[in-house]
T-cell receptor
Framework: DGGITQSPKYLFRKEGQNVTLSCEQN?????MYWYRQDPGQGLRLIYY???????QKGDIAEGYSVSREKKESFPLTVTSAQKNPTAFYLCASTMGQGSYNEQFFGPGTRLTVL | AQSVTQPDIHITVSEGASLELRCNYSYGATPYLFWYVQSPGQGLQLLLKYFSGDTLVQGIKGFEAEFKRSQSSFNLRKPSVHWSDAAEYFC???????????FGRGTSLIVHP
């Protein structure tokens, strides 16, 4: 079955550590996205990528980095510069860039800073 | 810039009762509108979407939504709620200029037996 996988499901980070969240899709979608979800704040866009080897900052990119070396993979690194990283992180993809394209979401990764 | 407002943070209904979740958007031209549902600890799943044509849109799981341009609204409805409908519901809007949707803050649906 086609879909998006995110790993790990739960992640714990110590202060000052960088951690990388994995996102893989086998839908052959061109565009991929990372969102952060906090209670009562909906989804906020961190980074997105329309094509391999290219990505753009979203609304809250500070303290995060991404790469897009393969079409199916879009890992997110939460760096030590992110002051409040505890949140639920969602990866999504769309077939193309049109506004009519629905987003397909992964199951999410819950990151907790100890 | 496009924006979405979901005025209700929480909605509580009894099982079998009807449901309406409100969504208002701000965008000058005809927007692309979506409703997603999120079960606890899970990703989002598309319920339905509106681009053009018939303003009453049918979705999965018995949901429907009506686009009202005069009210800038896209409210989600279900005639009879089941306990399994308890979840977080998100309205989203995208425009021709920005294909990345803007999400509302979500409405949490609680279903009483």
């Amino acid at each position: 079955d086609g879909g998006i996988t995110q790993s790990p499901k739960y992640l714990f980070r110590k202060e000052g550590q960088n951690v990388t969240l994995s996102c893989e899709q086998n839908l052959n979608h061109d565009a991929m996205y990372w969102y952060r979800q906090d209670p009562g704040q909906g989804l906020r866009l961190i980074y997105y990528s329309q094509i391999v080897n290219d990505f753009q900052k979203g609304d809250i990119a500070e303290g995060y980095s991404v790469s897009r070396e393969k079409k199916e993979s879009f890992p997110l690194t939460v760096t030590s510069a992110q002051k409040n990283p505890t949140a639920f992180y969602l990866c999504a993809s769309t077939m193309g860039q049109g506004s009519y394209n629905e987003q397909f979401f992964g199951p999410g990764t819950r990151l907790t800073v100890l | 810039a496009q924006s979405v407002t979901q005025p209700d943070i929480h909605i509580t209904v009894s099982e079998g009762a009807s449901l309406e979740l409100r969504c208002n958007y701000s965008y000058g031209a005809t927007p692309y509108l979506f409703w997603y549902v999120q079960s606890p600890g899970q990703g989002l799943q598309l319920l339905l979407k509106y681009f053009s044509g018939d303003t009453l849109v049918q979705g999965i799981k018995g949901f429907e939504a009506e686009f009202k341009r005069s009210q800038s609204s896209f409210n989600l409805r279900k005639p009879s709620v089941h306990w399994s409908d308890a979840a977080e519901y998100f309205c989203a809007v995208a425009s021709g200029g920005s294909y990345i949707p803007t999400f509302g803050r979500g409405t949490s649906l609680i279903v009483h037996p």
